[in-house]
């Protein structure tokens, strides 16, 4: 049934495991890259999108279990699972501080909300081809998507401008533990993708479709930010902004984005030819949360084996 050539490099596979951690939100400014909105936002919008995205990425994989025949590949979606649950949890709990900083995103993530429950929802479709069908678009999409946040994952991880300019340490921290273990997990969802279909002409449908949404939603996320944040008297933005940012390097560079896009299209793409897992590994090893969450971790260990 599978038509990619997929290669995967052996040496980039880990174990996955969720971990548990926590971020204190007090001492991050509205603007947490000093003196430029236009980067703060438009990194913000991940909290917009992430916690309704990753829960559904959650629930249309806890449906995907079952038709799972490798077990290898089925404890690499559970660990999935786990980190993307932990994830869309992070995000949200940003949240209640916009909104302490007169930003209410509500609005917004209510559209955010409807699109991922709603349109990208269960519809009413009897059990057999259709239902299946609607499955396999849905995994497919989330192996788009995957592809992206894997390369967000990496430049953040490398994004030394955002250390240079001041960024607050505690948001540097969230992006680069979830960008980590984006980076960790970058094979799951393709693997997933290849192992239940596939093929190559619904790969390019649902990149196509997956491209487009996250394009139209991060620019109404832009936007709704630079409009309802009180600290703004003229809010605007364009594409140069983000040129401009990604010139500078506190956001993506336009080029590096666009030659993603065939590297995703070629047969022979697999997710592990892209970033680096020892990179991940190592943020992992330093991260303040990720540490907090081990020693956490541990300690209960050490407490249950008291008992
Ligand atoms: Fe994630
Ligand atoms: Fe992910």
Redesign the pocket.
Known sequence: MSNTQARPVESERVALKARNVSFSWEDTPLHWVPGDPFTTHTINVLHLL?PAG?RWFVHVYKQALSLITDDRLRADVVGFIG??AM?SQAHDEVLPHLREQGLDPTPYTAQVDWFFEKLLGDRTLPPGRARRWWLLERVALIAAIEHY?AFLGDWVLNAAELDRRGADPTMLDLLRW?GA??VEHRSVAFDLFAHLDGGYRRRVRTWATAFSALVFLWQRGVRFFLEHDPTLTAPNASLKDFHVRGRQGTLPATGDMLKSIPRYLSRGYHPSHECSTAQAVAYLASSPAARAAEQAEQSMKSVEGTL
Do not use: A, D, K, N
Request: proline share 0%; glycine share 0%; aromatic share 0%.
């Open positions: 992430l990753e980190q993307e994830h946040t979830h273990e984006e």
